[in-house]
Nanobody, 119 residues
């Protein structure tokens, strides 16, 4: 059974870079045809897809966040990492990692981690 666990600092200062790690267990991030997404949910708002990295390492980002987003992976640790630069309080959200590409077809989700952007 595949499980995902997000980790990282819960507080980031404005203008800094948010960095989160998703550790995958019970399966490999390089398994054929699987994709690993980052999604976020600001307080009181809906889910927003941030970006995805595929089994071969290719990435796609949300157009609205593309200039500030980088998703990478460490295959030796079976981890996927999200970096979001130049954060503002508007980036405060619960960040989730999930398996899949589209919000309506993610089949495995992590529990999410709250990141607050504040000085």
């Amino acid at each position: 059974q595949v499980q995902l666990q997000e980790s990282g600092p819960g507080l980031v200062k404005p203008s800094q870079t948010l960095s989160l790690t998703c550790t995958v267990s019970g399966g490999s991030i390089t398994d054929n045809y699987y994709y690993w997404s980052w999604i976020r949910q600001p307080p009181g708002k809906g889910l927003e897809w941030v970006g995805v990295i595929g089994y071969s390492g290719g990435t796609v980002y949300s157009p609205s966040l593309k200039s500030r987003t980088s998703i990478s992976r460490d295959t030796s640790k079976n981890q996927v990492t999200l970096q979001l630069s130049s954060v503002t309080p508007e980036d405060t959200a619960v960040y989730f990692c999930a398996r899949g590409v589209y919000l309506d077809n993610m089949d495995v989700w992590g529990k999410g981690t709250l990141v607050t952007v504040s000085s």
